[in-house]
């Protein structure tokens, strides 16, 4: 009697596990972190029991938005950082892969060399950055109120900075490693312009919805979200809210391959050939499919 439960109880493992494989298509890895991926997480759960997978962490959180009103806890780490190349910098494995390819093709082009300045910063070292940056404006015989007006010009408030991701890169055309702000105008900085989206890294804080100007930065959203948004000239936000008006949308890649897109709430549907999963840190979810 105990062994017929024990069997049964299997075959139910076994469904469910298969149910899992076959909704999540190529999706080889886990969805870690469910508590940024919005509520309703029974699917998710299920997605947990597999090992965890470094390619599968920049799926998830490739697209998360994290500017000034919507932040990271200070508890949120990434699990699968690693170094990139000489730099002594982190990423996630799968942004750090395509960043070392990037530069690669970069430097195959004859257009110079890419300095990684920054990569992944931790809640703790961007809340002690910040508190210097108020500090200077204090020291300077700034009020209280207008130190901390100034700083959030500069900086992000820790928490709101995406280096907390490990999916965002500063980069300097110098090998002392200056950030400048001609960046854009420079050699690598029109050659990432035109190709950083390939190796699935897009310019940010462009415009005025972040409140802040970092012609230097990069962000990794992968290589199809960085088509999209390059193409139509998309900041994060933008994309975000054209997928979330949108609901579903059909893409083909630069190889010719289609997909539809979908931004849900949940999880429920049964969507048939998937390529990623992720959130968006607001708990949504994107859904990238296979046509
Ligand atoms: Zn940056």
Redesign the pocket.
């Known amino acids: 009697m105990k062994k017929q439960i024990v069997l049964q109880r299997g075959l139910i493992l076994g469904l469910i596990s298969m149910m899992v494989i076959l909704m999540s298509g190529c999706f080889a890895g886990a969805i870690t972190d469910e508590p940024y991926l919005g509520e309703e997480v029974s699917e998710s759960s299920a997605f947990q029991e597999q090992p965890r997978n470094n390619t599968a962490e920049a799926e998830v959180t490739k697209l998360w938005l994290v500017d000034r009103n919507t932040a990271l806890p200070s508890s949120f780490t990434p699990s699968a950082l690693t170094a990139v190349g000489e730099s002594g910098e982190q990423l996630i494995e799968a942004a750090a892969a395509d960043y070392v390819k990037m530069t690669e093709a970069m430097k195959a082009d004859g257009v110079g060399d890419l300095y990684l ?2 990569g992944y ?1 931790s809640y703790e070292e961007q809340e002690e950055l910040y508190s210097a940056c108020v500090q200077s404006f204090l020291d300077k015989g700034e009020s209280a109120s207008r130190a901390e007006l100034l700083a959030s010009y500069q900086l ?1 408030k820790a928490g709101q ?3 907390q991701t490990g999916l ?3 980069v300097s055309i110098s090998s002392d490693l200056t950030l400048s702000e001609d960046f854009r105008s420079t050699d690598q900085g029109k050659w990432l312009a035109r190709n950083s989206w390939r190796y699935g890294f897009v310019y ?2 462009e415009t005025t919805d972040t409140g ?1 100007k ?1 012609p ?3 962000r990794y959203v992968g290589a199809i979200h960085g088509q999209i948004m390059t193409e139509r000239g998309f900041t994060l936000e933008e994309y975000l809210d054209f997928l979330a008006q949108s609901g579903q949308y059909y893409f083909t890649d630069s190889q010719g391959v289609q997909y539809v897109i979908y931004y849900r709430s949940s999880l429920v549907e049964n969507f048939r050939n998937i390529q990623s999963i992720c959130g968006d840190n607001q708990g949504h979810y994107i859904i990238t499919c296979f046509v």
């Open positions: 300045v920054q910063r992000a900075d995406e280096h965002a890169v500063d940010r804080y802040l970092e230097w930065h990069l």
